[in-house]
């Protein structure tokens, strides 16, 4: 989704709750304003020894319900604008979730893929420092986010904590376990998918055992949402990446297509069932379609095409507001995006909690806490939608607004 159509996209769904609620406009401009939003000058020495000066950002969009938490982007696309737009995401979904944290988004305009692991360290070493001044525990903490891993969060730490003279693991969530990370961090947005999809068949009285799933994207989230829904006796008819991927109509071997992609094979190469489009995939009959690859990838030329019953978004922001529209009137059950993939941002604050404490749980413990808060929001979200009429998009930004909005109340306005 273009950087300005993203932000259209936040701001419009912003509108539709905040009239339901009956904000007042003083409290509007308030919650539309970005808090805090720097834009810093990240110089990097490349490996040839030529000297380039990237652009980097950081973006803290509110701070009433605690510390910012937001991921950091490495893409090209990265702009003012799309980290405005997230970051303003990452309030409603904190506040959705019962998080203390505001939101917040931050990342550099490059393309981390052109670049060596050196050049990546001296790249986010510079980062970090730029933007030292508004991070912390306490502050704002970054995660990883498309582009970024576990490596370059363990760089944000590292390069934090020598500036502060003692080691910091709070800073930053998503950080290799070693290090302070958490047990299911890497799994827990794809879990979290499955829990809600698990609650939303439960809604529509789908059973899910031979239930057919499709899934857009088979990276991080994908990959754990098909075998968390295979286990649960689904079966997964087809999985594409962005050139496309594989269909089965009698359910995918799961196992034997990991170990192939594994081993470097190309997914939509791969010599199980049948090769597939991703064009196609939108159109395929099934009970549950899940993207989770990139923005916008439910549009106005695929959305009259969707035979599915439930639309679980692991993808921020995959479904466009037109095709949206065309959803509902279709009567597809969209789970948005602020529920959906709230799993990775819930495990980060587990994550913060245990650094905090210098405390660390089991996975089992860390799995069944993450069932249990995103089944509730699940509920709380269903029980929205049916007391204002409202589709679960607008029921879920409503009680993340409200939220928020309340929190500006009890605090009043500072001096
Ligand atoms: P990833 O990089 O591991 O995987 C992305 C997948 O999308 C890959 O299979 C890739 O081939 C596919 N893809 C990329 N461009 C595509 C295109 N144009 N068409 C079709 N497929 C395409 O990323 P991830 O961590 O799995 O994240 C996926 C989505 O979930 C992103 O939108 C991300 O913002 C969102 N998300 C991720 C997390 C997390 O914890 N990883 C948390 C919240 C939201």
Redesign the pocket.
Known sequence: MATAESLRHVLTQFEVAAERLGLDAGLRRRLLACERALIVSVPTVRDDGQLQVFTGYRVQHNNTLGPAKG?VRYHPDVTLDSMTALAMLMTWKCALMGLPYGGAKGGIACDPRTMSRRELERMTRRYTTEIFLIIGPDMDIPA???GTDEQIMAWMMDTYSMQRGVTVPGVVT?KPLLLGGSLGRRE???RGVYYVAVEAAKVLGVTLEGARVAI????????TVAQQLKQEGCRIVAV????GGRFQADGLDLDRLLDYVAGGAR?EECPIGDRIT?AELFGLPCEILVP????G?VNEANADRIRARILVE???A?TTLEADAILRERGVLVIP?ILA?????TVSYFEWVQDLQFYFWSEREINLRLREIMSQAFQRVQAAAEQHAVDLRTAALILSVQRVAQGHRLRGLYP
Do not use: H, K
Not at 216 to 223: A, L
Not at 292 to 295: E, F, H, L
């Open positions: 991921g990883p986010d498309m998503g827990a947005t794809g857009q994207g088979f990276g991080n989230v994908g990959r594409t990446g962005s050139r997914l991703n989770a690859a990139i923005g990838q692991g993808a921020n995959p995006d993939n709230a799993g990775g941002v």
